[in-house]
């Protein structure tokens, strides 16, 4: 008999809680070591979505919030793959998508940013992934907005995801980012990252996926906390 | 392969996570009824709140209960309450392999790079409590900050980021 343990978050990879750089970090950042856990059933289970929690639209943020007409900006279709550490796809997980419009402004009522919004966008969406983990959806590029960490900070243009995988030892939430954008280097939050992981968090354009005269591609794809085998202790 | 680095939630997420407790026209997957209190007699509230380092509430913070045992799943935001607190209803859950009963608490918010895990224990199981073996691996001064306390109709639950009462986060 065995049963499956999944890996612990690698340090090497996910930024730390205090990240003074970052200044919301520094009084919501626990001070204490983390307790851990000996996983059990516990944490070893999880929500399952399915098919009938995604909408027809939730998958087309160009779509899913029309009132008058299209929304405006550039047209993406950003597609990629969620696997495991091993390699191993993440069927029929849910990703979760938010974002700022292509002005930079969020619906988000606290958002105060003076820039447009855009009556035909929400810049909110879902998708599941297939069989074989992997998943595809549109929307407009989400434009820079200024936040108030640091004197003329501008956070690069990013999409939200959140994913779940198998149980709750794989929950994740992340920001996708775009190639060649110059605000990554002075973004405390993208450089909380430390550096092994940065580019991971930046999407590749993808001209095979790119639609003619339509939509531009890019590629993200996601890996989640693996698993390995380990032998049922006895007591 | 390596691990996709986590990020910040973000001041932001409501009208995609949360949309319908915030109001927005968009439909939520998950809401803060674990079950349906009108058709369950057993049902409880469960209410908290959670403090950045200066005792300030956090008004941004969303918070997913897990129940392991009946598998059922909650989310809430704290920024709709006057006080900042979430709300959920659910039932206390039984024991998961000879473990004191618990809810899993994940905890997202602006400010945190990566989320952060803790359990919400029962302060009246005292005698299950003594024997769960998490718990047993905590300090002992620690342990209180895992008790959520007897309410009217509940249990309230506060979650300390920082400070004396710093609630016990996890590595799972
Ligand atoms: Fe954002």
């Keep these: 008999m065995s049963q499956l343990i999944y890996n612990p978050f690698d340090r090497e990879m996910h930024p730390p809680y205090l990240s003074p750089e970052y200044k919301s970090t520094l009084l919501r950042a626990p001070s204490q070591p983390l307790v851990v856990v000996k996983q059990s059933l516990s944490e070893l289970s999880g ?124 929950r994740l939430v992340t920001q996708m980012y775009f190639p060649g954008d110059p605000l990554l280097q002075y973004d405390p939050i993208f450089l909380g990252v430390p550096p092994k992981g940065r580019d991971l968090l930046i999407s590749t354009f993808d001209l095979d996926i790119t639609e003619p005269a339509f939509a531009l591609g890019y590629r993200f794809d996601f890996v989640l906390r693996g698993s390995k085998a380990t032998p049922f202790e006895t007591v | 392969m390596l691990q996709t680095p986590s990020q910040t939630v973000g001041p932001y997420f409501a ?101 952060s895990y803790t359990r919400l224990y029962f302060a009246d199981e005292a005698d299950l409590n003594a024997a769960d073996p998490l718990l047993n691996t905590v300090p002992t001064e620690r342990r209180a900050t895992l008790l959520a306390q007897k309410a009217p109709g509940g249990y309230t639950f506060d979650i300390f980021m920082q400070g004396d009462n710093e609630t016990v986060f996890f590595e799972v």
């Design chain 2, 15 to 115: 009208y995609g996570l949360t949309p319908e407790q915030y109001l927005y026209d968009f439909k939520s997957l998950v809401g803060n009824q674990l079950v349906d209190p009108l058709n369950t007699p057993d049902a409880i509230t469960i209410t908290g709140r959670v403090f950045d380092g200066q005792g300030q509430p956090i008004a941004d913070a969303m918070i997913e209960l897990w129940d392991p045992a009946n598998k059922r799943f909650g989310r809430f935001g704290t920024g709709t309450d006057p006080q900042n607190r979430f709300v959920f209803q659910a039932t206390k859950p039984g024991s998961v392999d000879g473990q004191a009963p618990h809810f899993w608490v994940i905890v997202f918010m602006r400010g945190q790079l990566i989320h």
């Design chain 1, 47 to 170: 929500p399952v979505f399915g098919d009938t929690n995604v909408g027809p639209l939730d998958h087309d943020l160009t779509k899913n919030a029309r009132r008058n007409g299209e929304p405006l900006g550039e047209r993406i279709v950003v597609h990629g793959k969620v696997t495991d550490e091993n390699g191993r796809p993440v069927p029929f997980t849910l990703i979760e998508i938010w974002q700022a419009n292509a002005a930079g402004r969020y619906v988000h009522k606290v958002d105060q940013h003076d820039a447009p919004l855009d009556p035909n966008f929400l810049g909110a969406g879902r998708v599941l992934t297939d069989a074989e983990g992997n998943y595809k959806f549109y929307t407009i590029k989400p434009g820079a907005y200024p936040w108030g960490n640091h004197h003329n900070a501008w956070r690069p243009n990013h999409i939200h995801f959140s994913l779940f995988g198998p149980n709750i030892t794989t």
